[in-house]
């Protein structure tokens, strides 16, 4: 790679209540890549994305996004710092409609009126079912729809990393490709993509590379193509035997 | 179980630290409600009461020593009254006790008053206070049945025929409805409508119109000062025409006050009023005036004047044993309190056997009539 | 025929007196509604905000402020008064919150519940401290003046003018009200924080903050409805039982819901002045509350709610 | 069984009763005596109100209403039936319990604070009903003339004796609801506070234990009524009050959630609490509240919890003394 990584997590150790979640984990995402963390439930996926959000504070390690440290930061400002993520399940507001919820997304973005409405207009390109359903709730669009929104909405801020948490869970496969192919887009418009994924097969897809997590351990890293192909990753997480 | 003594040894400590001795200066307790729905009345009370320990105890004390008046909350429930008579008689050793004006609490604590022979100086007004003729009670107010046969003549007097009765759901209220009823028998008539409410009630639109569809032409109301004030507001929208003769609580400075002029031109009975020109009423007044700001009511002149009757029959008897309080207090006669009353305690332990029937006026509760009871 | 004659302007007369209830039982309700909107619990003390509400408007600020402004503005007053008592009520509630919900928000709802008791208690004894025990009368921009009209020729109507502003005011007030939460940027954040927390952090909004001012919010929609009933009613530590009622009013509409609160207010206003008047005056309060349990076992969510009740 | 063998809730249960026995003869003045039987009397209401509040984990509203039944089934049954003090002593049970089961029954679909309000509505419904009732309840009047009890050739009409009986009557019942709480039905309770549909996947029925939880909390509350009427001598309507409801759900609050000890140390400590501080005048119960919230804001675990700490402070210092001394 060469250059510096945009994110690097130095041996992060996390709790939830009296359980350790992260027993250490150790990753590093550099600019205008895709990166996958692949792993069964509760490997601590999702841990590792909410302690990079500051939502939940690591008990001891490091996050450095940037070259600064994240520790101890609150949620709001690690977002307008430039990372921002899209949560499990979507989570999208549903008695807001979609503009709504795409000017949530924006909330960081202070002041300049016009930037927003051009990041919105780009959402818009990127989805365009967005645009048609812009006055409806969020919560009467369909699962896929209400993806689109959660990354759309996402996007809103204008990240340099964007945190995608299991974006295909719950899709028809049609959708699923959607999604994902929204993905590689998002890249090129240069976005870095953290990526979490139980679909481990289409998330390497897109990926240049990929972390393995077992019980809070990064068991595993490589490039995506080598991961494809690796035995042990076939047999658990890919279901070829 | 060492523990367990340390335990020990701290509450003891603590129990130790609220006892305490020397004995010498007189104590009398007064009980008022001084928080929840009923403090305003406490609050009067416990202005009087104290304002006659000040003026005992700066007259030199009685007997030569100093006079200390107690005065404890019973949030005019039977539960705390009990506890604060308990407090004022094991805690404090007082000689009597003044109170409570809520009749519910002197029921509440009569028994164990009797029981330990404490005189009490009840100021609440149910009948059921001293119908026993128990030698230890006392009531230094008007009773129920004196107020109600005063408005029902007061209404019969203005030449009113259809009466119609509103009342608190309160002890105060319904025996003030029962003695009502009782006194318009008396005269051979009964009320064309009853109509009840529950203390803390603010629209009483209802009941009013109750009134208005039984054509009452006068409405007697038997309840407490804020909802006294709100159905004299009411009233005035709803029954045009009709006369209004109120419970005591109509005649206080405060509830007119309250009505914001919607008081005018009502009756009232109380044994009290600040119209009365009576020297003693007026330079008490006058006193009371400056050291609170506001004026005396009801209850300030009572529990002033109940603190007064204790220290004179201490006086008498020489002693402030409270049998010693007790019997010098059924040989007081015709002792002249602020309020404008003189007091001489009957065969059951009453005081105030006449009352006046007030009409509001220019915001004064200007003296009508005197009834005597 | 007769008998509808005979009624009906008493019926109209009552129901004007109940919707005017109902609006101040809606408001207190609303407020109800955004606190368990955003952080799933009932504050228990709501109610004695009503009163608190009163007794800084109509003790507080009231004189003060006709001091400031002399005789014959009775207008300004009012309303300068009545800001005051929001800027007030905005520290209450920010205050209380800071208190009796932000130490324990990790806890279960049931502790949380009885620190609101207490604080419910706090409140109504401080007042006996802060501004005595009388009950304080106030006359608002009315006082108590009223007008009568004729009823289809059949009987005449009084109206207190309280009653009419009360309901214009809270019909102005719901309109900026939903012009704030659809248009403003704060709207829009309260709103996303009540339908998700995590989501509403994620989007880099500081939920606390967010959390505080709709306590605050919430602490003004009550202490306006104590503004308001401060001329009908007396302002005594007692008004606090409004709070029941109000409650009530939020589970008919159904609970977390803005047009339910109102609804629900408006007919628990008119159920209260009816049943008072054509079953029983003393049992009225007990009414209301056979109709709350009947509501809560034949229809729990309410009128407009979701077939969902909340979870603990 | 050695006493090393109990748990540290049922040594510090044992120790509890033993101080309110010494406690007794030990305070000199009666005023104080008396607001200790008080609290005995709230105690065994608070134990009662820990089978739903605590175990159950519903919120429980309407506590001085199945107290108000009890005191008024007991008064009614002795004074107008002149029944013998202990049939209305179980008259008091039988009412309040079919009252727990009355409102069992139909608010077992509710929860939370749904049932808070339920059941703070149905209080209201029995206070009012026993206030205006006046042809069966005596309405404001109240009933007075109570009596206190006897057992055989035992009077307990002084108070001193009435002091043991009751405490020997809350020491049985804590008793009993130790046990319950230890057996199965505790196991299921507490499942059902934890998670409902859980419990429901096990095979428990939580409708019926709601059921249970509400008639024994009944009972509780009955013998509590009845014991509080014939402390009183004397009951009136105006005492049953939500705000009492509220009392007692702090007491149990503030003792520590779920652990008998803490509900008979914070029942104990909350009567004791407004008394001590009436020296404060008009302040004291504004100060009242505040010091509930400080407690319930800075030890959500209430004074059990306080305790546990406290013991293992002391226990660790006494260690750590006994330690030096070996060294030395």
């Avoid at chain 1, 809103?156 to 899709?171: H, Q, T, V």
Wanted: hydrophobic share 50%.
């Amino acid at each position: 790679m060469g250059a510096e990584p945009l994110l690097k997590l130095t041996d992060v150790k996390s709790c939830y209540g009296n359980i350790q979640a992260l027993h250490g984990i150790s990753l590093e995402v550099y600019p205008n890549e895709v990166v996958c963390l692949i792993g069964s439930n509760g490997a601590g996926k999702t841990t590792t994305l909410m302690n990079i959000m500051g939502v939940v504070r690591p008990t001891c390690g490091e996050i450095v996004f940037a070259g600064k440290r994240l520790n101890g930061l609150a949620t709001p400002r690690i977002v307008s710092m430039g990372i921002s993520c899209v949560p499990e399940g979507r989570r999208i507001f549903p008695a807001l409609t979609v503009e709504e919820n795409l000017q949530m997304g924006a909330y960081t973005q202070r002041g300049a009126t016009s930037e927003i409405e051009e990041t919105m207009s780009w959402v818009y390109e990127l989805f365009p079912i967005l645009k048609e359903r812009r006055t409806q709730m969020g919560g009467t669009l369909s699962g896929g729809q209400q993806q689109m929104l959660a990354v759309g909405r996402g996007l809103m801020a204008r990240p340099r990393i964007m945190l995608l948490d299991e974006p295909s869970l719950g899709l028809a496969p049609l959708l699923v490709e959607q999604v994902l192919g929204a993905v590689t887009r998002i890249k090129q418009e240069g976005v870095t993509v953290l990526l979490v994924e139980q679909n481990a097969l289409a998330a390497l897809e897109i990926s240049e590379r990929g972390y393995v997590l077992e019980n809070g351990n990064v068991v595993l890293t490589d490039k995506a193509s080598a991961l494809i192909d690796n035995e042990t990753v076939r047999k658990s997480y890919l279901g070829q035997e | 179980m060492r523990r367990l003594m340390m335990a020990l040894v701290t509450i003891m400590v603590i129990f130790s630290l609220s006892a305490y001795g020397a004995d010498n200066p007189i104590r009398i307790g007064g009980l008022a409600a001084l928080t929840g729905g009923a403090s305003m009345q406490g609050q009067q009370a416990r202005e009087g009461a104290l304002m006659a320990m000040e003026d005992l105890n700066a007259a030199g004390g009685v007997l030569g020593r100093e006079v200390q008046v107690f005065m404890e909350d019973s949030q005019g429930v039977a539960t705390a009254a009990v506890n604060a008579f308990r407090k004022l008689m094991d805690d404090r050793k007082v000689c009597a006790v003044i109170g409570d004006h809520q009749s519910t609490a002197v029921l509440a604590f009569k028994p164990i008053a009797i029981q330990n022979g404490i005189p009490v100086l009840a100021t609440g007004s149910a009948m059921a206070v001293t119908e026993d003729a128990n030698p230890w009670i006392f009531r230094v107010r008007e009773y129920d049945s004196l107020a109600a046969t005063a408005l029902v003549n007061a209404a019969i007097k203005e030449g009113y025929k259809k009466i119609g009765i509103f009342h608190n759901t309160d002890q105060f209220g319904v025996g003030g409805r029962d003695n009502v009823i009782a006194a318009m028998k008396a005269v051979g008539m009964a009320p064309v409508a009853t109509a009840g409410h529950n203390t803390g009630d603010k629209d009483f639109t209802a009941q009013l119109l109750s009134f208005r569809r039984a054509g009452a032409d006068a409405i007697i109301v038997f309840t407490h000062n804020e909802e006294q004030a709100l159905i004299c507001r009411q009233f005035d929208q709803l029954l045009p025409g009709v006369a209004y003769f109120g419970s005591m609580s109509l005649s206080q400075t405060s509830t007119i006050q309250m009505a914001q002029g919607a008081a005018e031109g009502k009756y009232s009975a109380t044994p009290y009023t600040l119209t009365n020109m009576d020297a003693r009423v007026q330079e008490f007044a006058a006193r009371y005036r400056a050291k609170y700001g506001h004026d005396p009511e009801l209850f300030s002149v009572l529990y002033y004047d109940a603190v007064m009757m204790v220290a004179e029959a201490v006086k008498m008897g020489n002693s402030d044993a409270p049998l010693s309080v007790r019997d010098n207090l059924h040989k007081i006669k015709d002792f002249p309190g602020v309020s404008g009353l003189n007091y001489t305690f009957n065969a059951i332990g009453e005081a105030v056997n006449e009352i006046f029937i007030v009409k509001i006026e220019g915001g004064q509760p200007k003296a009508a009539f005197k009834i005597q009871g | 025929m007769d008998f509808l004659a005979e009624q009906l302007p008493i019926v109209v007369q009552q129901l004007i007196a109940g919707l005017a209830y109902g609006c101040i039982y809606g408001l207190v309700a609303l407020g109800y509604n955004f606190i368990w909107n955003a952080v799933g619990i009932v504050n228990l003390a709501q109610g004695d905000f009503v009163m608190v509400g009163g007794y800084l408007y109509a003790a507080s600020f009231v004189p003060v402020v006709a001091s400031w402004l002399g005789p014959g503005s009775a207008g300004s007053s009012f309303w300068t008064a009545l800001l005051l008592t929001a800027v007030g009520m905005v520290l209450v509630g920010m205050v209380s919150q800071r208190i009796v919900y932000y130490p324990l928000r990790a806890s279960h709802p049931r502790t949380i519940m009885i620190s609101t008791m207490a604080l419910s208690i706090f409140l109504k004894n401080f007042a006996i401290v802060a501004w005595g025990t009388y009950p304080v009368a106030t006359s608002g921009l009315f006082g108590q003046k009223w007008f009568r009209f004729d009823l289809f020729g059949l009987g005449t109507v009084t109206v207190l003018y309280q009653y009419v502003f009360i309901l214009v005011f809270t019909a102005i007030l719901l309109v900026v009200q939903s012009a704030f939460f659809s248009r403003t940027r704060l709207g829009r954040s309260m709103r996303a924080v009540a339908q998700d927390q995590l989501a509403a952090s994620l989007m880099g909004i500081n939920t606390p903050l967010i959390i505080a001012i709709t306590f605050a919010y919430a602490s003004i929609l009550a202490g306006v409805a104590g503004v308001l009933l401060a001329p009908i009613f007396l302002v005594s530590q007692a008004m606090g039982s409004i709070g029941l009622k109000a409650y009530t009013a939020s589970i008919v509409g159904g609970f977390g819901n803005v047009i339910g609160a109102l609804v629900g207010g408006l007919l628990v206003g008119s159920i209260e002045v009816l049943s008072a008047s054509y079953v029983s005056s003393v049992y009225k309060d007990a009414i209301v509350f056979v109709v709350l349990i009947a509501f809560l076992l034949l229809r729990p969510q309410g009128l407009f709610g979701k077939k969902v009740i909340g979870s603990l | 069984m050695g006493i090393r063998s109990l748990s540290m809730k049922d040594k510090t249960l044992i120790g509890i009763i033993l101080v309110l026995a010494a406690l007794y003869p030990l305070i000199t003045n009666s005023y104080m005596k008396f607001v200790l039987m008080t609290g005995i009397v709230n105690a065994l209401l608070v134990v009662g109100l820990h089978f739903i509040f605590g175990l159950t984990g519903q919120l429980h509203m309407a506590m001085a209403a199945f107290w108000g039944v009890g005191s008024y089934a007991f008064a009614l049954a002795v004074t107008r039936l002149s029944w013998p003090y202990w049939l209305g002593v179980f008259a008091a049970i039988v009412a309040v319990g079919l009252l727990g089961l009355l409102l069992g029954f139909p608010t077992l679909r509710l929860k939370g604070f749904y049932l808070a309000i339920t059941t703070i509505g149905f209080g209201e419904i029995v206070r009012l009903i026993l206030l205006n009732w006046a042809p069966v309840t005596g309405g404001v009047f109240g009933v007075a003339g109570l009596p206190r009890p006897t057992i055989g050739p035992l009077q307990f009409g002084k108070n001193q004796p009435f002091y043991y009986l009751l405490l020997a009557i809350l020491a049985l019942l804590t008793l009993a609801a130790r046990m319950i709480e230890h057996s199965k039905y505790g196991a299921a309770f507490r499942a059902v506070h934890d998670d409902e549909l859980a419990a429901e996947a096990v095979g428990l029925d939580p409708t019926r234990l709601k059921i249970l939880a509400f008639v024994l909390c009944g009972v509780y509350a009955g013998i509590g009524g009845a014991m509080y009427a014939s402390l009183m001598q004397y009951i009136s309507p105006e005492v049953y009050t939500l705000e009492r409801s509220q009392m007692l759900a702090m007491m149990l609050v503030i003792g520590g959630m779920g652990s008998l000890p803490g509900a008979i140390m914070g029942s104990v400590l909350l009567t004791f609490l407004p008394e001590v501080l009436r020296f404060l005048q008009q302040w004291y119960l504004a100060v009242y509240g505040a010091i509930v919230i400080v407690i319930i804001v800075y030890r959500p675990t209430g004074l059990w919890g306080i305790w546990v700490r406290a013991t293992e402070w002391i226990a660790t210092l006494l260690k750590r003394r006994g330690d030096t001394r070996g060294a030395a």
